[in-house]
């Protein structure tokens, strides 16, 4: 082969690798980097956090820690690097913790976020999961509130914390499996909006039409209400 036309055939074939890359989104992924940070409470009361995750793996936990949110982020895509900002107002921390929407279809991926917060914080969590496997152990942190979007990943929701306050819980259905843990005997509501959902709920819970409620709750005030709005996945219900 003639020396033009071997760089002529290099060429052609990088080409057509720009091209796969920009028509599928399959980037190259690099070394897997690994990074721990922390942020202070800066003296807030509460904290509204905001967490974005389109792929990969996400765990939150609480711990007993000064800090507001010890985090550890291992990843192999660059442009997958989080976006973190929080700032303090009148007492109160809004932070936030997103992900760029950078498609790759890659199927060596590495994307695990570690989420360690503030046991003792009243901390209120909106969360958008896109194709995320997500470990939510909400047991040992003093949540106040939760929302949260589910997407195609599976999840789990561990709400069998001793809350001192009431807790509204709103989760949107996705495609894949959600499972929800709940104390029982803790008094609990749920509202399932929607008919797409399978429901797979405790036996002890009971059932007026859409809603269900466990027998702690049958004379009482709720103390965690929880809407779920119906996707096409699996919500299995848990009283432990």
């Given amino acids: 082969m003639k020396k033009e036309n071997r760089i002529s055939s290099i060429l052609l074939i990088i080409a057509m690798a720009v091209i796969s890359i920009l028509i599928t989104g399959c980037w190259p992924t690099g070394q897997l980097i690994s990074e721990t940070m922390g942020i202070d409470l800066n003296e807030a009361l509460e904290v509204n956090a905001t967490i974005v995750i ?9 711990i007993s820690q000064s800090a507001l949110l010890t985090s550890n982020f291992s990843y192999n895509l660059e442009r997958w690097f989080p976006r973190i900002s929080y700032m303090v107002e009148n007492g109160i921390g809004n932070l936030k913790i997103t992900q760029d929407n950078e498609k790759s279809n890659t199927t060596q991926l590495v994307n695990n976020w570690l989420l360690l917060f503030n046991s003792m914080v009243p901390l209120s969590l909106d969360i958008i999961m896109g194709s995320a496997e997500s470990h939510l152990n909400l047991n040992s942190i003093n949540l106040t509130d939760l929302k949260a979007a589910i ?16 807790i509204n819980i709103y989760l949107l259905g996705g495609i894949g499996h959600t499972t929800l843990n709940l104390s029982r005997g803790v008094k609990t509501g749920i509202l399932i909006e929607g008919t797409l959902n399978r429901i797979k709920c405790d036996k002890d819970f009971h059932r007026i039409n859409h809603y269900y409620f466990n027998s702690a709750s049958v004379f ?3 103390k965690i209400n929880i809407t779920i709005f119906s996707g096409i996945g699996i919500i299995e219900i848990n009283l432990i």
């Fill in 54 to 62: 389109y792929k990969g793996n996400l765990e939150i936990k609480g």
């Fill in 151 to 166: 997407g195609t990943g599976d999840t789990v929701i561990d709400l069998t914390g001793d809350y001192q306050n009431y």
């Fill in 220 to 222: 009482e005030e709720k």
